[in-house]
């Protein structure tokens, strides 16, 4: 068929990310996480029960939990963490995680965690920290359903001391005790009490829990040794509490334990410093440090060193890749994206709450450019990035479809019971190169690398493992997003709302810009935007929009990134489409060169009926020419 000529026009107003289904999503790969009994109201049906006689050769039930990442083993530092974050979550941002329906869900996961949490704390000094072995879970690919692996609990105690450990569960249970202080006192009771013995037990026999759990080594190695988890416990046990016992070790132990001293440009389940100084500040602008204030203030000092760095205006800023992403390691490198973005969105909230700006080595920087920021890494992950995928699997158009995940990799225990061998499993499902037959959905996979490459392979664990840890600090920062701040104080007393039901969305509604139809025979006009349209009638079956999403000089050259979204408006199947796109001068992600012409990416062989796909280009020059060569609609 002839082609279809595209012309230019006037730029419309773009919608951004959905942050409210992206949340709603993000909660569902908790539920994919489960280990033990799935309750009546699972919603990632294709799980099944799993891990039944956890801790039962230690005469401890140990059922239930989370499974950390892609395997099948139940690490306890990094699911406290997780479990920490998502009360964090919900304890800043409680009001917009209610307004969008979801703040239920998202007290059911912090239940699930710390439910398992209180089942391995079965005395004062007694916390089980593993269960599973990392070396024979990582030898075979199996569902969590057909476990045939090692299921040993390893524990410490007083002989075998974990103050990392122990003090990252007591953070958690007195984290998650102010979610549930209103709505179920008794349960939040509860869990403080756990949380007063665990802090005692970190504090009185210390001690790295890897050297006690040598197994964990590997995996879980504690480098940053166990005073942040000191600082971080007493820290959530005095907002907690308001116990003055708290505040005092905040005050009294900052120098010594590192607090007020290490200026840090990471933040995850391992390196806790930047959020205590991050919690300690908020304790020092609601006039709380009392005569700890001068220690209170080196703290300040250095959470702002990290916000500054995050920034890039600090003396030592972190590093970005070139397509803006905060960029730590090579190994899930997302864990460390979501944790500084979290934490970059509350203390903005903080400053705008205490009317004041960030003090940075470049300058006074206004609170909301912290949140920018976050916002800015927000949607690298959701798809505005080099690449145009999604980091969250089921978001978008394009995202990973051959995730290092055992239990999405296997047919599901539901569709198909045949046992799945130890080994077996790696021959028949682990070197498939087909797609996930189970959807992952809302998972937060480990990510790019330095230069924004990414390669969907299931055996590059690097890049496509999810991990809990990954998710929980997404779920507040999205319901900021999505629901704004809310115009309350956030230094002012946490109350947390009761959940409530969920209502279905109201369909989108879309408005054109005024005099704009279908953009047929407008002129084109240079803009930092543009809109892409076919010059045709209105019941064209293929709409295309373009737009300049961001722009950056390196080498005194400068450099646009364009984003297409390519639609099938009519109401059947766009197969075998042919795209023509000239004055392009950089790389295209996102379709298959075809001889001269554009066809689908390789993961896609159609375009369902009100359907999207999205590619992106990067060059140093105006927005090329692209139209429509042929397709056929089935």
Not at 279 to 297: I, N, R, S, T, Y
Not at 347 to 368: I, Q
Not at 540 to 564: D, F, L, V
């Amino acid at each position: 068929m002839a082609p279809l000529l595209l012309l230019l026009c006037f730029p419309l107003a773009f919608a951004g990310h959905d942050y409210g289904q992206a949340l709603s999503k993000s909660l569902l790969f908790f539920e994919a996480q489960r280990s033990g009994y799935l309750p009546h109201n699972q919603r990632v049906t294709w799980r099944a029960n799993s891990g039944l006689n956890d801790g039962k050769a230690s005469g401890v039930d140990l059922v239930g939990g989370y499974y950390d990442a892609g395997d099948n083993v139940k690490f306890g530092l990094p699911m406290a963490f997780t479990i920490t974050m998502m009360s964090w979550s919900i304890i800043e941002y409680g009001k917009q995680l209610g307004s969008s329906g979801e703040l239920g869900n998202t007290m059911d996961a912090v239940k699930w965690g710390t439910d398992y949490l209180i089942k391995a704390h079965p005395q004062p000094y007694v916390l089980y920290g593993e269960v599973g072995d990392g070396n024979t879970d990582h030898y075979c690919w199996q569902r969590p359903e057909d476990m045939t692996t090692d299921r040993r609990a390893y524990k410490i105690d007083p002989s075998n001391p974990g103050s990392d450990l122990a003090g990252e569960t007591a953070a958690a249970m007195a984290a998650a005790s102010i979610v549930f202080r209103h709505s179920n006192p008794t349960y939040a009771n509860e869990l403080l009490t756990h949380a007063h013995q665990l802090f005692d037990f970190a504090d009185k026999y210390r001690g790295k829990y890897d050297s006690s759990i040598s197994v964990a080594q590997k995996y879980y190695r504690s480098v940053s040794g166990y005073n942040d988890e000191l600082l971080w416990a007493a820290a959530w046990l005095y907002q907690a509490t308001n116990n003055q016992y708290y505040l005092d070790y905040l005050g009294n132990n900052g120098d010594s334990m590192g607090g007020t001293g290490w200026g840090m440009t990471e933040f995850g389940w391992d390196v806790k410093y930047a959020g205590v100084q991050t919690l300690v500040a908020k304790f020092l602008m609601q006039g709380k440090a009392g005569h700890h204030a001068p220690v209170f203030e080196k703290y300040q000092q250095k959470a702002e060193y990290f916000m500054c760095s995050c920034l890039g205006k600090g003396t030592h800023n972190a590093q970005k890749t070139p397509g803006g992403l905060i960029y730590r390691q090579r190994w899930n490198n997302m864990q460390f994206v979501t944790g500084a973005s979290f934490l970059g969105a509350v203390y903005s909230d903080y400053l705008a709450s205490a009317g004041r700006n960030l003090n940075c080595a470049a300058g006074n920087v206004a609170p909301s450019q912290l949140l920018t920021f976050a916002k800015s890494q927000v949607d690298y992950i959701l798809g505005d990035n080099p690449r145009a995928t999604s980091y969250m699997v089921g978001y978008g158009n394009n995202y990973p479809r051959q995730v290092h995940h055992r239990g999405s990799s296997i047919v599901s225990y539901k569709v198909d019971p045949t046992f799945v061998s130890c080994r077996g499993g790696y021959a028949t499902w682990f070197s498939r190169k087909g797609s996930d037959p189970n959807l992952l959905t809302g998972a937060i996979v480990g990510g790019p690398d330095a230069y924004d490459n990414f390669a969907d392979e299931r055996d590059n664990y690097e890049q496509t493992e999810p991990a809990t840890y990954n998710n929980a600090p997404l779920l507040g920062l999205l319901a900021r997003l999505s629901g704004g701040h809310g115009g309350y104080n956030q230094l002012l007393p946490v109350v947390v709302p009761g959940p409530i039901e969920k209502k279905p969305a109201p369909e989108p509604k879309v408005t054109p810009a005024p005099g704009i139809t279908e953009c047929v025979h407008f002129m084109a006009l240079q803009s930092s935007n543009y809109r892409v349209c076919l010059a045709a009638s209105t019941s064209a079956p293929i709409s295309i929009a373009q737009k300049m999403t961001t722009t950056w000089i390196a080498k005194g050259k400068t450099y646009y990134r364009y984003s297409i979204t390519v639609t099938n408006k009519s109401a059947k199947e766009l197969k075998d489409i042919k795209l023509s796109i000239s004055k392009l001068y950089g790389p295209l992600w996102g379709l298959t060169k075809s001889g001269n012409s554009y066809a689908f990416p390789s993961w896609m062989s159609s375009l369902p009926a009100g359907k999207s796909l999205e590619f992106v280009y990067i060059h140093s020059a105006s927005a090329a020419d692209i139209s429509v060569s042929s397709y056929t609609l089935a």
